[in-house]
């Protein structure tokens, strides 16, 4: 399988893709919307330089999210079963917790650490509700990608803070999961 390009590349399709096949995503219209701007924002830059964060750019080519052909179908299935997953999760989340996120998403005086923050604690808090069977990383990553729907569900202009947001959040806390999930 050939490697994923760019360094949130691989947690922003997997976030991508989740949210699309979730049930219950009343936001697909606005989301599909920041995937072209996000396809057109990376077409614009086709060489492979070092950006400002240090980072290499990452690429999107002809609507798709630059992923070899088999690496962006096992993505799309494994974003399957982990919105199945995040259907069984969801009815645990309550609503008071949703609407605590959302404020701290509401508050610009809030850096995107802070919230980052706020949304691990609220990830490990509900993580005692989940059955012990299931493995730890796979069910933080799907209560991060669940959270980031009930949000986007309440208040769907925060969509592109809490899509970037959860991306970075799954970066930093998930990469290596993901990228062991996807068999890299």
């Not at 360094?7 to 096949?21: K, N, R, T």
């Not at 330089?49 to 179908?73: C, I, K, M, W, Y």
């Given at each position: 399988?050939?490697q994923?390009?760019?360094?949130?590349?691989?947690?922003?399709?997997?976030?991508?893709?989740?949210?699309?096949?979730?049930?219950?995503?009343?936001?697909?219209?606005?989301?599909?919307?920041?995937?072209?701007?996000q396809?057109?924002?990376?077409?614009?830059?086709?060489?492979?330089?070092?950006?400002?964060?240090?980072?290499r750019?990452?690429?999107?080519?002809?609507?798709?999210?630059?992923?070899?052909?088999?690496?962006?179908?096992?993505?799309?299935?494994?974003?399957?079963?982990?919105?199945?997953?995040?259907?069984?999760?969801?009815?645990?989340?309550?609503?008071?917790?949703?609407?605590?996120?959302?404020?701290h998403?509401?508050?610009?005086?809030?850096?995107n650490?802070?919230?980052?923050?706020?949304?691990?604690?609220?990830?490990?808090?509900?993580?005692?509700?989940?059955?012990?069977?299931?493995?730890?990383?796979?069910?933080?990553?799907?209560?991060?990608?669940?959270?980031?729907?009930?949000?986007?569900?309440?208040?769907?202009?925060?969509l592109?803070?809490?899509?970037?947001?959860?991306?970075?959040?799954m970066?930093r806390?998930?990469?290596?999961?993901?990228?062991?999930?996807?068999?890299?």
């Amino acid at each position: 399988m050939e490697q994923i390009n760019g360094p949130l590349q691989m947690e922003h399709a997997l976030l991508f893709s989740f949210l699309d096949v979730s049930s219950d995503c009343k936001f697909k219209e606005q989301l599909h919307s920041l995937q072209s701007q996000q396809i057109m924002l990376c077409q614009g830059s086709d060489d492979d330089e070092v950006q400002t964060d240090g980072n290499r750019s990452g690429h999107f080519r002809n609507g798709d999210v630059g992923l070899a052909p088999t690496n962006e179908e096992v993505l799309r299935v494994i974003a399957a079963q982990l919105a199945e997953i995040g259907d069984q999760f969801d009815r645990e989340i309550q609503e008071r917790v949703v609407n605590g996120l959302v404020q701290h998403f509401l508050n610009e005086n809030l850096s995107n650490e802070e919230i980052t923050r706020h949304m691990s604690r609220v990830v490990g808090e509900l993580m005692q509700a989940i059955p012990s069977d299931m493995e730890r990383e796979k069910a933080m990553l799907v209560l991060a990608m669940v959270l980031t729907k009930k949000i986007v569900n309440t208040v769907p202009s925060l969509l592109r803070r809490v899509f970037d947001t959860t991306v970075n959040y799954m970066n930093r806390q998930f990469h290596n999961y993901i990228v062991d999930m996807l068999g890299e």
